[in-house]
Nanobody, 124 residues
Framework: QVQLQESGPGRVKPSQTLSLTCTVS??????????WSWIRQPPGKGREWMAA???????YYNPSLKSRTSISRDTSKNQFTLQLSSVTPEDTAVYYC????????????????WGQGTQVTVSS
């Protein structure tokens, strides 16, 4: 059974770059045909799909965040990473990594296997 675990700084200052890592166990991030996503949920709001990296290494981004977002992977460590630049307090959220069979499911947060989430607070 695949397990995902997020790790990150917990708190970042405005204008800084947030970097989050998802460590995967029980399955390889290069195994077809899964997409590996980052999804966030700000306080009092719904979930927002941010980006995904496919088993092939192809990457996909939410257009509203694309200019500030970068997703990458380290296959030797079975990890994938999200970077979000120029953060503001509006980026405060619980950030999740998750695995999906299809990108459309990721965008809707339907099904999938999820990490427990990590709280990130943006404040000075």
């Amino acid at each position: 059974q695949v397990q995902l675990q997020e790790s990150g700084p917990g708190r970042v200052k405005p204008s800084q770059t947030l970097s989050l890592t998802c460590t995967v166990s029980g399955g390889s991030i290069t195994t077809g045909y899964y997409d590996w996503s980052w999804i966030r949920q700000p306080p009092g709001k719904g979930r927002e799909w941010m980006a995904a990296i496919a088993y092939s290494g192809a990457d996909y981004y939410n257009p509203s965040l694309k200019s500030r977002t970068s997703i990458s992977r380290d296959t030797s460590k079975n990890q994938f990473t999200l970077q979000l630049s120029s953060v503001t307090p509006e980026d405060t959220a619980v950030y999740y990594c998750a695995r999906f069979r299809a990108l459309r499911d990721a965008r809707l947060s339907l099904g999938g296997s999820w990490g427990q989430g990590t709280q990130v607070t943006v404040s000075s």
